[in-house]
Nanobody, 126 residues
């Protein structure tokens, strides 16, 4: 059973930065998983923001493209989402997710993920 624990959320002013972390445990092969970051704002659906394959191929939602960088450290079993120039509309609960490596990689934003963290709140406000 995979367990994902997010951290790094909080209150930040517009234009600020945050780095979210997702620590994973329970992997049988710690680098053979696609990892994703999703967010869900109040009253809205959960949407994928970014994805990284086991081979470090990445994909970004247009909402964060150019402002976000996803990365992973397989030795630490951790995936990160660095977010810069944050905007009030980035306010949401951010979730980390994992799935066994998909042949399609991160190309399809609707390919489901299997394992989920509990989420971390990000609030962008002055």
């Amino acid at each position: 059973q995979l367990t994902l624990v997010e951290s790094g959320g909080g209150l930040v002013q517009p234009g600020g930065s945050l780095r979210l972390s997702c620590a994973a445990s329970g992997f049988t092969q710690n680098d053979d998983y696609d990892m994703g970051w999703f967010r869900q704002a109040p009253g809205k659906e959960r949407v994928r923001m970014s994805c990284i394959t086991s081979r470090h191929s990445t994909s970004y939602n247009v909402a964060v493209a150019g402002r976000a960088t996803i990365s992973r450290d397989n030795a630490k079993k951790t995936v990160y989402l660095q977010m810069n120039n944050l905007k009030p509309e980035d306010t949401a609960v951010y979730y980390c997710a994992a799935r066994p490596r998909s042949l399609a990689g991160c190309t399809n934003p609707h390919t489901p993920f299997t394992f989920w963290g509990q989420g971390t709140q990000v609030t962008v406000s002055s």
